[in-house]
């Protein structure tokens, strides 16, 4: 399978701790996003890196959040001290730099905060 | 900044009928795409409009972007138990990296 792969497809921690979460885009994609999406709602962007810069970051985003690319491959989003309006659906996303592609979705990561 | 808002949020349809789903912005889009999200899954691309008064069609599924490159709708005719989800429109404006994403309408079909 070469689409968009997370890890932990679940998670659940105690309010307070930090977590970190992997997503692995498709190999020949440049573009990678990260998206939260709650119950009822569509998903809302949180951050997105061309390579490995980090273009854009929402201003929703506290600064608790802090995601990575190295070497413009795999993507690593952490939250730290976790509140229990944290937990989400993480999607991570990738498409390709040329024109204006479509985003390829991972099956996501579930946070739940207790 | 751009909002991205879709109407109904739900529609129940009974097999066989037809519905439509509108998209709207608060400014002009360089193009809008469409996904679907099953129950339990991730959005999945659709289509993708970039001109102004685009039509596409994919077998029940007709897409059309607006004149002003402000507003979408889906129309799907036919509905059948496989078009259960949650569809969504988003779109990205022309300074804008970022794909912005609507509230989806969730389908639900009657048999």
């Known amino acids: 399978d070469t689409g968009v792969s997370q890890d932990p497809r679940h998670k659940i921690t105690k309010r307070g701790q930090n977590v970190t979460f992997r997503c692995d885009p498709i190999s020949e994609h440049n573009r990678l996003y990260w998206y939260r999406q709650t119950l009822g709602q569509g998903p809302e962007f949180l951050t997105y890196?061309?390579?490995?810069?980090?273009?854009?970051k929402s201003r929703l985003l506290s600064d608790r959040f802090s995601a990575e690319r190295p070497k413009g491959s795999f993507s690593t989003l952490e939250i730290q001290r976790t509140e229990q309006g944290d937990s989400a659906m993480y999607l991570c996303?990738?498409?390709?730099?040329?024109?204006?592609?479509?985003?390829?979705f991972g099956n996501g990561t579930r946070l739940t905060v207790t | 900044g751009q909002q991205v808002m879709q109407i109904p949020q739900y529609q129940h349809v009974q097999e066989g009928e037809d519905f439509t789903t509108y998209c709207n912005s608060s400014?002009?889009?360089?193009?809008i795409q469409w996904y679907k999200q099953r129950p339990g899954g991730h959005p999945v691309f659709l289509i993708q409009l970039v001109k102004s008064g685009e039509v596409k069609k994919q077998k029940r599924l007709t897409f059309q972007f607006g004149e002003a490159k402000k507003n979408s709708s889906l129309h799907i005719t036919a509905t059948q138990t496989t078009d259960v989800g949650t569809y969504f429109c988003?779109?990205?404006?022309?300074?804008?990296?970022?794909?912005?994403f609507g509230a989806g309408t969730t389908v639900t079909v009657r048999a």
């Open positions: 890196f061309q390579n490995e810069a980090q273009l854009e």
């Open positions: 400014t002009t889009l360089s193009n």
């Open positions: 996303a990738s498409s390709l730099v040329q024109g204006l592609s479509p985003l390829h």
């Open positions: 988003a779109g990205f404006t022309q300074d804008d990296y970022k794909l912005s």
